[in-house]
């Protein structure tokens, strides 16, 4: 199995306009609809036990948010605990004893998210996450226990040394939502606490469920209709053409925000039916943490676990890193230039294998991949013949410039595949 060892994204959100921002032109925009979100979300703990915050992950605008509510008085004295996605239960202790000021490195501390059931999707320590920690640390210091911030670990409790293979690791990446729920309902609802909640903005949507899946938020919602409110971070292009304040926390009661599709899988469905506002904060971008050294203990094990979890070569990518609109043909081209590019890496192999001199330069993409408006193309690197970029364009109506462009550089380097994608949308 090839393992990223460096990967490097960049993400940028098509600013169409910047006009605006802190004036809406728009008559059909009543300021009193427009709430800035750090003091918004502050005073929905009025009313509301639950705050649900849906997120786009790795962003550090969203996490800049959560120091400014972290630091924020108001929000302390009201919010008991934050329950947060990608850490595992099973390090419950260990969390609470970082957050409330015990003798406890940030190496021991990582053990939290490297154990989570994304393990093998990480590729280092998140820097967005050891800041997050860290600011709940030092405003616990300045209070007496009974008024700290409490964080909960949202992921089921794995012990990753009895996962051997990917069908020891299923059950947990399955009750990743009802794990998350029940301790919502025990640990906050039960005992009277008020919570922010933290996870990816795909799990409060409940179309994107079946009827027989849990889905947090609606779970809530049927048992305490009045306790939770929902709101998920938006990056749809629209968004761009409205000229809202950036950040701007927007109630779906706004007709052109509640009536905007929750995906464009599923049009139909309206955000007015699943959430109860947005967050948009403009343009966004990914920040991707520092691969793992080599010398760092933790090395042999990262590489077992990726093994595990790793679909293809290049499971270090979450799908959300690169899909931040839901459009489905740009996941298709994502799905297609991952295939791709295993096909490149497996090419590579077996003629590495009788030729010590192979090259990416002789990998031939295969037709099937063609069509549909999906086209593909590979920009050779003469000077270093072991380097590739897999060119993908997706452009349904055979216009000059593509709609949406998707370049995957690999190169190979001792027993590791470093790779680095770009993504830009007309």
């Known amino acids: 199995m090839v393992i990223n060892r460096y990967i490097k994204l960049v993400i940028i959100f098509l600013l169409l306009s910047s006009s605006g921002c802190s004036q809406t032109t728009n008559t059909n925009k009543e300021k009193r609809d427009i709430y800035d979100p750090v003091s918004g979300i502050i005073d929905l703990f009025d009313t509301y036990d639950v705050v649900a915050f849906g997120e786009y992950h790795d962003s550090p605008k969203i996490f800049s948010l959560y120091n400014e509510l972290i630091n924020n008085q108001s929000f302390r004295e009201k919010v008991d605990i934050i329950v947060f996605e990608v850490a595992n239960s099973i390090h419950q202790n260990l969390i609470d004893r970082y957050v409330d000021g015990a003798n406890v490195s940030i190496e021991e501390l990582s053990k939290v998210w490297r154990d989570a059931s994304n393990s093998g999707s990480q590729i280092g320590d998140p820097q967005l996450f050891i800041d997050f920690f860290k600011a709940i640390r030092e405003v616990n210091k300045s209070s007496p226990p009974e008024e700290r911030l409490k964080v909960l670990a949202g992921d089921p409790p794995i012990d990753w040394s009895h996962v051997k293979t990917r069908e020891d690791l299923s059950p947990f990446m399955e009750d990743r939502d009802r794990h998350y729920g029940e ?3 025990n640990e906050v609802l039960a005992k009277n606490k008020r919570a ?9 949507y409940p179309s994107t469920y ?33 000229g809202y304040p950036e950040p701007s926390m927007l109630p779906v009661s706004i007709p052109e925000v509640g009536n905007m599709s929750v995906s464009d899988l599923n049009p139909l469905v309206k955000l007015k039916a699943e959430i109860d506002a947005i967050i948009f904060m403009g343009e966004l971008v ?17 590489l077992r676990r990726k093994k ?20 489905s043909a740009e996941k298709k081209l994502k799905e297609k230039l991952f295939d791709i590019a295993a096909h490149a890496l497996e090419d590579y192999n077996s003629r590495l294998g009788a030729n010590t001199n192979a090259k990416y330069n002789e990998f031939v993409i295969p037709e099937s991949f063609y069509g549909d408006g999906f086209n593909f193309s590979i920009i050779k690197n003469e000077e270093d013949p072991s380097r590739l970029n897999l060119v993908g364009e997706w452009n349904p109506n055979n216009s000059q410039d593509p709609k949406i462009s998707i370049i995957v550089t690999i190169s190979k380097a001792d027993d590791f595949a470093i790779i680095k994608v770009e993504r830009h949308i007309e």
């Open 183 to 185: 301790l919502v309902f």
């Open 196 to 204: 922010f909640l933290i996870m990816g903005a795909g799990h409060f």
């Open 210 to 242: 079946s009827s027989s899946e849990y889905c947090i938020t609606k779970k809530i919602k049927d048992i305490y209709p009045n306790k939770v409110y929902v709101v998920n971070v938006r990056v749809d292009k629209q968004l761009f053409d409205m």
């Open 286 to 302: 990914k920040e991707i943490p520092a691969p793992f050294d080599r010398a760092n203990p933790y090395y042999e094990e990262f």
């Open 308 to 327: 595990i979890g790793a679909e293809n070569p290049f499971y270090g990518i979450k799908n959300d890193q690169l899909i931040l609109d839901n459009e």
